[in-house]
């Protein structure tokens, strides 16, 4: 089993586990009636909606039994709008989800430093997704304990990562394919092979992650 852990699309084969990304827009029926696991929040893109968009709603959507966690949500030095607004629905969402013990799928882009006092008193898990950290912002993250790294399509299409990537204890792991359309199978067997690795033996520590990542909600669905 290959376990998607951030997507925008549904699984492309039987032994493929996504996490898909849903709209926070749907209504909670919509979302119920799915049959795979999904997050919800709001992409920091689109911050401008928080106003619009009650937490109340939020909260409801996090407690059907399919939404393993919340987001993406987050911070994007390089799009979206201003900072503050973003950084409004980004604290909006932070507090719902330790309100809500739901571990949180974050977003950041060139926001590191921005996210680091989160991640210091986060008391749910939070997966920094697509991380593009250098080697000295990864060892400031380690020692939190409840952060956790996932990796997709920069160790398909770049070298940038890898180095970073080896350093990723095993515990602290996960892997997706997000938006692009690489097969998640391609994805584990470069990572595999990255940390000189079995490929069964990563599906198994990728499955163990999910569970410690997305908590008991998990257990239904992998
Ligand atoms: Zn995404």
Known sequence: MYLNVHSHRKALKKDEIVCRNAFHFLEPDA???LTYPVSVGIHPWHSEECKKFSERKLSELLLLPNVLALGEAGLDRAKGPSLQIQMACWEMQFDLAQDHKMPIIVHCVRALQD????????????????????????????PLDLIFFSFGKSLIKTKNMEEVFKKIPANRLLLESDASAIPIEDIFKKAASLRNQGLPELCQQMKKNGHLFFGEKSLAFF
């Open 115 to 142: 996210i680091f006092p989160f991640c210091r008193r986060t008391k749910v898990p939070i997966l920094l997704h697509d991380f593009r950290g250098n080697e000295q912002i990864l060892q400031q993250f380690l």
């Open 31 to 33: 979302i119920k009636k």
